[in-house]
């Protein structure tokens, strides 16, 4: 057993390995790949950065360097000056404006924030942008170079955002001097720069604006980063720059970001990534090394299942196979003793039939002999009665007693036999019957399941010496497939259940396993024939049912009867018995036995009755007999016999006979008249020993009906 245990854990070892191994691995190679690509995308979003900070100083160092420009050419000049020049400065303005691909325009505003001059027109409209944000910010204080928000113009020209300076004269605030810078420019760098999908570019104002945004900005999608985004506290915790990952706000994908300043002014490029696309990267290769680790894995997995499988399969068999050879060995065993338990009680019958029947005689003819001889002839008779009833046990151990069911009402038959179940337990001994409404009735020998019940009672007594309680429970019950298998002398179906419980001292495994074997018993010499459980195994089995027992040692033990339903109704029986009547002399009867003394007791009772009787010691002498009487009214034969045994002389007689009554004795049928342990139909029976009152009230009965 420990070497079955000990190769099923290490097949148990095997599957889980095969399953928790390749897992590990391949684990373990998924988060370096995934850390790989992580590695990877950051490198990549770095490298674009350096690229996009590159060309973005490029192009706002032009910016800068047209600004001063322009601020030479209004040098000295109020906003009058610049008005009454108008002209000469439109043409200048707009060469610079021309000479940087970035640049869409550049104008001079006075503090009112009417156009002073431009170099987009002349001449230029007499409008205010007072309300413009790089006016209001000037206007407010001299904050230096300015970045404004995007602007779409009415006219055909693209949308712009704003880079401006103050004009000053002799420290004095004449005006501003804005250049529109158009973002087509650098969203077209940034379209080159876009290697795989997922990416984003941006340049963002440091307080959250975009400026330019590939890909752009959707109309209906916030155009700022508000206090809480990742950029805002990126750029708080750092003005460097830094990493990030967040949801964008503008079209709601999870990204990952680097962002970094434009040398020191208030810029930020931005590059980002999708979460996404990383994954999708990194589930790709994944894919590939399941497509090829996957199906090896799981033929390993399910190899080696399946040998889990067919070893427990096998292992089962052999317990299967094991414990039906142990049951074939231990009915073999119960089947040896049964045949030789009934052999023994076949000639013991006979026996007991003589002595019996001459004590009885005896008996009869001592009424008033010496009172000392009258109680030994009773002496005599009880201890033969108790030899006719241990006889009996044999038998029904044996599965050869004769039974004759009858559809019984269990409730009825408990309740009936309770008050005695009481007088025999004592004081001392509790007994609590439990009847079943709706119970199914049983058709069983009622005379020998009282005599079981009675034999339980007994052994609950003598294992509760100091009291206790008895308890006698009927109920229905289903016995399935699964109880089959764990069982292999039941079939499953419909059974109601008679449990008898006691608490008293328990019985031991070893003790259990030989309960039902005759003559085994744990009691002292004298106080029990080892034959109460043999009675009640070779009843129940004998009646088609099954019978279990539940023990441990100071637990007590519940004996469990199985018998099978009864599908019919109970048909209340007229106990009360006929009186015997005597014998006419114009009666003819004859008595077939192989033993001369059986034969003479029984010879000589009948003709006692006042009946005529005949006799033959085999079926063949009998047959001789009957063709010489043709006015046999019976026929009493005994059913063992050697040759022609008494079923066979029954039938043969009865076709030479039409109309025979025929009675048997026997104290060991076997197969003759009773089949599946039931006396065959229309079969009339009388048990050995025979008893005077039996035989004469057998034998009237008979010829009455």
Same mark, same amino acid.
């Given at each position: 057993?420990?070497?079955?245990?000990?190769?099923?854990?290490?097949?148990?070892?095997?599957?889980?390995?095969?399953?928790?191994?390749?897992?590990?691995?391949?684990?373990?190679?998924?988060?370096?790949?995934?850390?790989?690509?992580?590695?990877?995308?950051?490198?990549?979003?770095?490298?674009?950065?350096?690229?996009?900070?590159?060309?973005?100083?490029?192009?706002?160092?032009?910016?800068?360097?047209?600004?001063?420009?322009?601020?030479?050419?209004?040098?000295?000049?109020?906003?009058?000056?610049?008005?009454?020049?108008?002209?000469?400065?439109?043409?200048?303005?707009?060469?610079?404006?021309?000479?940087?691909?970035?640049?869409?325009?550049?104008?001079?505003?006075?503090?009112?924030?009417?156009?002073?001059?431009?170099?987009?027109?002349?001449?230029?409209?007499?409008?205010?942008?007072?309300?413009?944000?790089?006016?209001?910010?000037?206007?407010?204080?001299?904050?230096?170079?300015?970045?404004?928000?995007?602007?779409?113009?009415?006219?055909?020209?693209?949308?712009?955002?704003?880079?401006?300076?103050?004009?000053?004269?002799?420290?004095?605030?004449?005006?501003?001097?804005?250049?529109?810078?158009?973002?087509?420019?650098?969203?077209?760098?940034?379209?080159?720069?876009?290697?795989?999908?997922?990416?984003?570019?941006?340049?963002?104002?440091?307080?959250?604006?975009?400026?330019?945004?590939?890909?752009?900005?959707?109309?209906?999608?916030?155009?700022?980063?508000?206090?809480?985004?990742?950029?805002?506290?990126?750029?708080?915790?750092?003005?460097?720059?830094?990493?990030?990952?967040?949801?964008?706000?503008?079209?709601?994908?999870?990204?990952?970001?680097?962002?970094?300043?434009?040398?020191?002014?208030?810029?930020?490029?931005?590059?980002?990534?999708?979460?996404?696309?990383?994954?999708?990267?990194?589930?790709?290769?994944?894919?590939? @090394? *399941?497509?090829? /680790? !996957?199906?090896?894995? =799981?033929?390993?997995? #399910?190899?080696?299942?399946?040998? &889990?499988?067919?070893?427990?399969?096998?292992?089962?068999?052999?317990?299967?196979?094991?414990?039906?050879?142990?049951?074939?060995?231990?009915?073999?065993?119960?089947?040896?003793?049964?045949?030789?338990?009934?052999?023994?009680?076949?000639?013991?019958?006979?026996?007991?039939?003589?002595?019996?029947?001459?004590?009885?005689?005896?008996?009869?003819?001592?009424?008033?002999?010496?009172?000392?001889?009258?109680?030994?002839?009773?002496?005599?008779?009880?201890?033969?009665?108790?030899?006719?009833?241990?006889?009996?046990?044999?038998?029904?151990?044996?599965?050869?007693?004769?039974?004759?069911?009858?559809?019984?009402?269990?409730? @009825? *038959?408990?309740? /009936? !036999?309770?008050?005695? =179940?009481?007088?025999? #337990?004592?004081?001392?001994?509790? &007994?609590?019957?439990?009847?079943?409404?709706?119970?199914?009735?049983?058709?069983?020998?009622?005379?020998?399941?009282?005599?079981?019940?009675?034999?339980?009672?007994?052994?609950?007594?003598?294992?509760?010496?100091?009291?206790?309680?008895?308890?006698?429970?009927?109920?229905?019950?289903?016995?399935?497939?699964?109880?089959?298998?764990?069982?292999?002398?039941?079939?499953?179906?419909?059974?109601?259940?008679?449990?008898?419980?006691?608490?008293?001292?328990?019985?031991?495994?070893?003790?259990?396993?030989?309960?039902?074997?005759?003559?085994?018993?744990?009691?002292?010499?004298?106080?029990?024939?080892?034959?109460?459980?043999? @009675?009640?195994?070779?009843?129940?089995?004998?009646?088609?049912?099954?019978?279990?027992?539940?023990?441990?040692?100071?637990?007590?033990?519940?004996?469990?009867?199985?018998?099978?339903?009864?599908?019919?109704?109970?048909?209340?029986?007229?106990?009360?018995?006929?009186?015997?009547?005597?014998?006419?002399?114009?009666?003819?009867?004859?008595?077939?036995?192989?033993?001369?003394?059986?034969?003479?007791?029984?010879?000589?009772?009948?003709?006692?009755?006042?009946?005529?009787?005949?006799?033959?010691?085999?079926?063949?002498?009998?047959?001789?007999?009957?063709?010489?009487?043709?006015?046999?009214?019976?026929?009493?034969?005994?059913?063992?016999?050697?040759?022609?045994?008494?079923?066979?002389?029954?039938?043969?007689?009865?076709?030479?006979?039409?109309?025979?009554?025929?009675?048997?004795?026997?104290?060991?049928?076997?197969?003759?008249?009773?089949?599946?342990?039931?006396?065959?139909?229309?079969?009339?029976?009388?048990?050995?020993?025979?008893?005077?009152?039996?035989?004469?009230?057998?034998?009237?009965?008979?010829?009455?009906?």
């Amino acid at each position: 057993m420990q070497a079955r245990q000990r190769t099923i854990r290490l097949i148990w070892l095997a599957v889980g390995t095969s399953i928790v191994l390749p897992c590990l691995i391949f684990g373990y190679s998924a988060w370096i790949s995934y850390r790989d690509l992580q590695a990877l995308a950051h490198e990549r979003l770095v490298r674009s950065l350096d690229t996009q900070q590159e060309e973005a100083q490029k192009t706002f160092e032009l910016i800068d360097l047209t600004i001063q420009n322009a601020l030479r050419l209004l040098a000295g000049m109020s906003a009058d000056d610049i008005r009454a020049n108008e002209q000469k400065l439109h043409l200048e303005l707009e060469k610079l404006s021309d000479s940087v691909e970035a640049v869409q325009s550049i104008a001079a505003y006075g503090t009112d924030g009417v156009t002073l001059t431009s170099s987009l027109l002349y001449p230029a409209p007499r409008l205010s942008y007072a309300d413009r944000d790089f006016m209001q910010a000037h206007l407010k204080d001299n904050v230096g170079t300015f970045y404004g928000q995007v602007y779409v113009p009415t006219t055909l020209a693209e949308p712009f955002f704003t880079v401006s300076r103050r004009i000053e004269n002799d420290g004095k605030f004449v005006g501003v001097l804005e250049i529109s810078v158009l973002p087509s420019n650098i969203f077209r760098f940034f379209s080159t720069l876009i290697y795989t999908r997922g990416l984003q570019y941006a340049l963002v104002r440091e307080d959250g604006l975009f400026l330019v945004r590939y890909p752009a900005v959707p109309a209906d999608a916030p155009i700022w980063l508000g206090e809480n985004t990742g950029f805002r506290r990126t750029v708080r915790a750092s003005t460097a720059g830094g990493f990030y990952s967040s949801i964008s706000p503008v079209d709601n994908v999870q990204r990952n970001y680097a962002i970094r300043r434009v040398g020191t002014r208030p810029l930020y490029l931005t590059a980002g990534i999708e979460s996404a696309a990383v994954q999708q990267q990194w589930l790709s290769g994944r894919g590939a @090394q *399941l497509a090829y /680790g !996957l199906p090896a894995t =799981l033929f390993l997995v #399910l190899t080696l299942w399946t040998v &889990l499988r067919r070893t427990e399969s096998l292992y089962a068999e052999i317990d299967r196979r094991g414990l039906a050879e142990e049951a074939l060995r231990r009915s073999q065993k119960l089947e040896a003793i049964g045949h030789l338990t009934g052999g023994v009680a076949h000639d013991f019958n006979n026996l007991l039939t003589i002595i019996l029947g001459n004590l009885d005689g005896l008996r009869r003819q001592l009424n008033d002999a010496d009172p000392k001889i009258v109680r030994r002839v009773d002496n005599a008779l009880h201890g033969a009665n108790r030899a006719a009833t241990l006889t009996k046990r044999l038998l029904a151990f044996s599965r050869q007693q004769p039974l004759r069911p009858v559809p019984i009402d269990l409730n @009825q *038959l408990m309740n /009936g !036999l309770s008050d005695f =179940l009481q007088r025999a #337990l004592g004081e001392q001994i509790s &007994l609590e019957v439990v009847g079943s409404g709706g119970l199914w009735p049983v058709e069983v020998d009622s005379a020998e399941l009282e005599a079981v019940l009675i034999n339980l009672a007994v052994n609950a007594r003598d294992a509760m010496p100091a009291g206790g309680k008895l308890t006698i429970e009927a109920g229905n019950a289903v016995l399935d497939e699964a109880y089959r298998q764990r069982n292999e002398d039941v079939q499953p179906g419909e059974y109601v259940r008679i449990a008898v419980t006691d608490t008293g001292s328990g019985m031991t495994s070893e003790v259990l396993e030989r309960a039902f074997e005759p003559f085994f018993t744990t009691k002292q010499a004298g106080q029990g024939t080892g034959l109460g459980l043999s @009675q009640v195994y070779g009843f129940v089995k004998q009646s088609g049912g099954h019978v279990k027992i539940y023990s441990e040692p100071g637990d007590g033990t519940t004996v469990k009867l199985y018998l099978p339903r009864y599908h019919g109704a109970v048909v209340v029986q007229d106990q009360t018995p006929a009186e015997p009547v005597r014998g006419k002399a114009s009666e003819l009867i004859l008595v077939v036995e192989d033993d001369a003394e059986v034969r003479s007791y029984i010879v000589e009772t009948l003709a006692g009755l006042g009946y005529r009787v005949l006799d033959a010691k085999s079926g063949e002498d009998a047959l001789g007999v009957l063709e010489q009487h043709r006015d046999l009214r019976l026929l009493l034969t005994d059913v063992v016999m050697p040759g022609m045994n008494g079923r066979m002389l029954a039938d043969e007689a009865q076709k030479r006979l039409p109309g025979l009554k025929i009675l048997y004795m026997t104290g060991y049928s076997r197969n003759a008249i009773v089949h599946h342990g039931r006396l065959d139909s229309g079969v009339h029976l009388i048990e050995k020993p025979v008893a005077v009152d039996q035989l004469a009230g057998k034998v009237r009965s008979l010829l009455d009906s």
